[in-house]
């Protein structure tokens, strides 16, 4: 499905159920099963240039990506064996099998019982290897015992699955556009909600209910006044009280794709400070945003957002990166940071997101989520606040 029909599908607001409550709106279709075989495919292909035999892959975004199984690691041991010539094997135990086959785009199953070795039975499908890729967040444990048990030769398999995965093709970038515009509606809800007195603790939890009632799950950062200027701090015990700056960091996920987003408003009333400070993080922004396109290194994309602020004489109150990329992962390559002289490519998804933090005063960040191009602008993902929103007290 094009990306197009994907947004249309999830377009649609809530609307009013028989009962009364708002139901949630539709979610993208999923990806379809020849997705998964078509990134196999490229996964073989990247091994055997390598002279990798095959890769294993445990429970992680990476074996959501290539296989469509989202599960949680443990200490029973279920791993993808993508053989560069052979079939996708999905060792597991045998009372997931059923679990597993209902989800997972593999050719074989190969289960195992409570009372087997499991690192043994995966030996013996990988006798015929000599080298094996790694994934990157394979437990050491895993891998250790696997090598105690061959004479397989590791490498390892994380830039295999970088590159595949940090372009985006229309269908995940429209999971991530949609993801975004559920959080920018959960955000805008939540401050809706908020009263003087609330606590940071309490405005999260509005937050997360506001994206239960969107059909997603979703959370993040709160922060008021003060707290607002750590850049990940929060959410604590502190009230709210007119006059504060309101600094909320979240996002959410649509078909395993996250969104990142961060609005930063006043509550009450806005100091000159603030607003000011603002209008700078604002145009920071925009000449991050400006300089995505292909073959501009992630270095450059910072370097032109951090002038801003830098001319504007808050250099030093900039003290993270311009962005990271997005997708399964909330923070993946590429990373718009000084430094990273390699170049972006059409279909990296990144958020851009420069902030100001003056400690003991408040903090202002504005985050927003991106697709490059060839050329720019680059598609934009989530949609930037025109300007700085002042939420009745």
Avoid at 37 to 62: F, G, M
Avoid at 213 to 224: A, T
Avoid at 328 to 342: F, K, M, Q, S
Wanted: proline fraction near 7%; aromatic fraction near 4%.
């Amino acid at each position: 499905m094009t990306a197009a029909g994907a947004a249309a599908a999830a377009a649609a607001l809530p609307v009013s159920s028989a009962a009364g409550a708002p139901s949630p709106p539709p979610l993208p279709p999923p990806l379809n099963p020849d997705a998964f075989r078509e990134r196999q495919s490229k996964l073989k292909a990247a091994a055997r240039a390598q002279a990798v035999d095959a890769l294993i892959v445990t429970p992680s975004a990476n074996l959501a990506y290539a296989a469509n199984l989202g599960i949680g690691a443990s200490e029973r041991l279920t791993a993808l064996l993508l053989f560069s010539e052979g079939p996708a094997t999905l060792v597991t135990p045998s009372f997931e099998e059923a679990n597993v086959r209902r989800d997972a785009v593999v050719e074989e199953v190969v289960t195992w019982k409570e009372e087997e070795d499991p690192i043994a039975l995966a030996a013996r499908l990988l006798s015929r290897a000599k080298t094996i890729g790694i994934e990157g967040s394979t437990p050491y444990g895993t891998v250790a015992r696997l090598l105690a048990a061959t004479s397989l030769r590791p490498q390892d398999a994380t830039p295999i699955f970088d590159a595949l995965r940090r372009i985006k093709t229309e269908e995940e970038q429209a999971f991530i556009r949609e993801a975004a515009r559920r959080t920018n509606l959960a955000i805008e809800a939540t401050h809706k909600k908020m009263s003087r007195g609330m606590t940071e603790l309490e405005v999260a939890e509005i937050l997360e209910r506001e994206f239960q009632r969107l059909g997603v799950h979703g959370g993040g950062l709160v922060q008021f006044g003060p707290s607002s200027a750590l850049p990940h701090g929060g959410p604590g015990e502190r009230r709210l009280a007119s006059g504060d700056v309101v600094l909320i960091d979240c996002g959410c996920r649509v078909r395993g794709y996250t969104s990142d987003i961060t609005r930063t408003v006043a509550y009450g009333v806005a100091s000159d400070e603030l607003r000011k400070v603002y209008a700078v993080v604002d145009r920071a922004q925009v000449a991050g945003i400006g300089a995505l396109r292909a073959g501009v290194s992630g270095a450059e994309a910072d370097r032109a957002a951090r002038k801003v602020i830098e001319d504007a004489g808050y250099g030093a109150s900039f003290t993270h990166r311009l962005g990271h990329g997005l997708g399964l992962d909330g923070h993946e390559p590429p990373y718009l940071v000084n430094g990273n002289t390699a170049p972006l490519a059409a279909g990296n998804t990144v958020t851009v997101e420069p902030g100001i933090y003056l400690s003991g005063k408040f903090g202002v960040r504005i985050e927003d989520d991106y697709a490059v191009r060839e050329t720019s602008p680059p598609a934009s993902l989530s949609t930037r606040p025109a300007d700085l929103v002042i939420v009745p007290a």
